[in-house]
């Protein structure tokens, strides 16, 4: 039976190694909660800046894209549905070699 020596003078894992990764994984979250903001709010201009170029209310706006929207499935089920399929010629199977 193979006997294992631990010294315990050393440590197995470095404590300023995992404070590191700990400091840099907590930065990295801060960074990505303060983008994932900006993100949200440069989304929120973006609408408000496109809903006040349309010249409509919001709700009309709203039923103007959905009307498109619905029009557009609509046709495309439509085109889809009035295909026809075209059959596909059977090849012969090849003969068995035994």
Known sequence: ???????????????????????LMGAA???G???GGLL????A?????HVRASGMPP??????????AKTAAQVGAHS????VPIPTPRQPKPARVS
């Open 29 to 31: 979250a801060l960074l």
């Open 40 to 43: 949200g709010a440069a989304a």
């Open 80 to 83: 889809w549905r009035g295909q």
């Open 59 to 68: 709700s009309e706006l709203a039923m103007h894209h959905w009307r498109r």
């Open 33 to 35: 909660l303060a983008g």
């Open 45 to 49: 201009i973006g609408v408000q800046r």
């Open 1 to 23: 039976m193979a006997q294992f020596v631990t010294s315990s003078d050393q440590p197995l894992l470095s404590r300023s190694l995992l404070w590191a990764g700990a400091v």
